[in-house]
């Protein structure tokens, strides 16, 4: 049995005679940039967060840059996160001239909220918030020291489109939601593309406006931008891709459930499902001992598994060159020696599932 990671040619076959449709609707008309289908996609979007802005744009990567420069953030400012996120979190924040002050993390992977306070500084700017793997944060506890101190949340929510936490949407949770739409995430692009959403119209004009530039018209630049915008055909597809996200959240949920009930094996930690929180499962991690050897065990039986991510950020070669000062963060470290994501996307089967299953139990027995 051949059991891929992600299975992006089988989204492709059943949707490509759609995709094409789509594809030539938007190249047989004269906007190729802008039109509406963004307005639409943003419109969709603000529904789906329950916010009352949305900005697209191309990437989950300029969300963050634009969410923070929104924000303020600027040199010598200091913005707390996490460091077992992808590189983009921490370089967002670094490209803006401001320093990463990472907090270690709960067993499920996410910030543990009780050390954020002890991290903040007269240089804090901003808290980002990791909803890591579709799972989210302590937002009521976080909420508060943000309401204390008066320092804005952004929502690094990449990996959480759709989750929900006491019944509210990611991305409405804080000061601005920044999204990916690679095309790994459940709301997938046909490419890179991104988004952010808020409830402050100060906000939605700011990052409306560098995202294309600096325009505040068509002939006058208020502020030197960016080109973030996103990409036309991207938002059609998005736009059609939006209606099946229920459906592809429900299969999601659904192969981590099956996980849960095959797995069980004493050496693997998973993170129990929080009730607070609807979980999307951008991904299903588990924590196992002796983890790569696992790793090259179940790919000789024909499963491809990946790590997210096994070097934290606070390690890595780019983020010592640039401070000296050593960062130790217990639980994230010994976690990226454990953690192991296994196949969850909407196309696997149970009995592929089933399957994963008994090879991880038998990698022990």
């Not at 700017?125 to 890591?132: G, N, P, Q, T």
């Not at 006491?166 to 095309?183: D, E, M, Q, V, Y």
């Not at 096994?310 to 639980?331: E, G, R, T």
């Amino acid at each position: 049995m051949k059991i891929p990671y992600v299975s992006l040619f089988k989204q492709w076959s059943v949707e490509k005679k759609y995709i094409l449709k789509i594809i030539d609707y938007v190249a047989s008309n004269d906007l190729w940039v802008g039109g509406s289908e963004i307005t639409k996609f943003e419109k969709n979007i603000s529904k789906l967060c329950g916010t009352r802005y949305a900005v697209a744009l191309n990437s989950g990567t300029d969300a963050l840059t634009l969410g923070l420069y929104s924000l303020g953030v600027n040199r010598g400012d200091e913005v707390i996160t996490t460091s077992n996120s992808f590189i983009a979190s921490a370089a967002t924040i670094i490209h803006l001239g401001a320093v990463p002050i990472f907090v270690d993390v709960l067993d499920n992977q996410l910030i543990d909220h009780k050390k954020i306070e002890e991290k903040i500084s007269k240089k804090t700017k901003a808290i980002m918030v990791v909803h890591l793997g579709g799972r989210i944060a302590n937002m009521n506890y976080i909420n508060k020291i943000s309401r204390k101190y008066n320092i804005p949340i952004i929502e690094d929510a990449a990996q959480s489109v759709g989750s929900k936490y006491h019944g509210k949407s990611s991305g409405s949770l804080g000061t601005i939601g920044c999204f990916s739409a690679h095309p790994l995430k459940n709301l997938n692009a046909l490419g890179d593309s991104g988004y952010i959403t808020t409830n402050s119209k100060k906000i939605y004009q700011i990052i409306k406006s560098l995202s294309n530039h600096g325009h505040e018209n068509r002939d006058i630049v208020d502020k030197f931008g960016y080109v973030s915008r996103m990409d036309t055909i991207q938002a059609a597809i998005l736009n059609f891709r939006i209606k099946n996200l229920d459906k592809t959240i429900r299969i999601r949920r659904r192969n981590a459930s099956l996980y849960r009930k095959f797995i069980n094996n004493k050496k693997i930690f998973i993170p129990k499902e929080d009730p607070k929180v609807f979980n999307t499962y951008h991904t299903f991690v588990i924590q196992a001992e002796n983890r790569n050897n696992l790793k090259k065990y179940l790919e000789k039986k024909g499963i491809l598994t990946s790590i997210h991510y096994p070097i934290p950020i606070h390690l890595q070669p780019a983020y010592k060159k640039l401070f000296n000062k050593k960062v130790v963060l217990k639980k994230t470290e010994l976690q990226s020696k454990k953690i192991i994501t296994l196949p969850v996307n909407r196309f696997i089967t149970e009995r592929q599932i089933k399957y994963i299953s008994k090879m991880v139990n038998n990698f022990y027995e």
